[in-house]
């Protein structure tokens, strides 16, 4: 170091708004330091004199800058929620359609079996031999003209 020029003072501001714990967890106190930094260039470069406070920041303006970030953070969020929200409900809506057309495919699947048709086809054709069966009774039955006309026709004494 050059004779004349006194070193420096470590510079503790990240340690104070940065958890020393999972520095790279601590989203809020990285977003607090680089507010506390910009704030620093922006007066830097309008010619203003860096706060007597930028190298080691007061608990109090570690504090203000932490809330800042807790609220930009916070509409940052905010905003993403509201901006994948009809994402979210469209993707949710799609899931039921697809829920309900698997359960009916599911459901004509199992109406439409093998098992199921034969079945079907069996009780089908019962159905279809006994109206015949019916039929052909009813058929060779004598109607109820010849049913009278054979009752007149017969003798008085054999009536049974």
């Not at 093998?114 to 159905?127: E, H, K, P, Q, R």
Request: aromatic letters at 4%; a negative charge.
């Amino acid at each position: 170091m050059p004779v004349g020029i006194a070193p420096r003072p470590y510079s503790r501001a990240f340690e104070n708004f940065v958890a020393s714990e999972g520095e790279e967890d601590d989203v809020v106190g990285l977003i607090a330091y680089a507010l506390f930094k910009q704030a620093i260039r922006e007066e830097a470069a309008s010619g203003a004199a860096a706060p007597g406070d930028s190298r080691n920041p007061s608990a109090t303006t570690v504090r203000t800058y932490r809330a800042a970030a807790e609220q930009l953070l916070t509409d940052v969020i905010g905003r993403a929620i509201d901006e994948a929200t009809p994402e979210i409900q469209q993707s949710a809506v799609l899931t039921a359609i697809d829920n309900a057309t698997g359960l009916v495919n599911a459901h004509v699947t199992e109406r439409t079996g093998f098992g199921s048709a034969l079945l079907t086809n069996i009780v089908a054709w019962v159905i279809t031999l006994a109206i015949a069966c019916l039929i052909i009774v009813m058929a060779t039955r004598p109607s109820v003209e010849q049913a009278l006309v054979n009752a007149v026709n017969q003798p008085m004494g054999n009536s049974r």
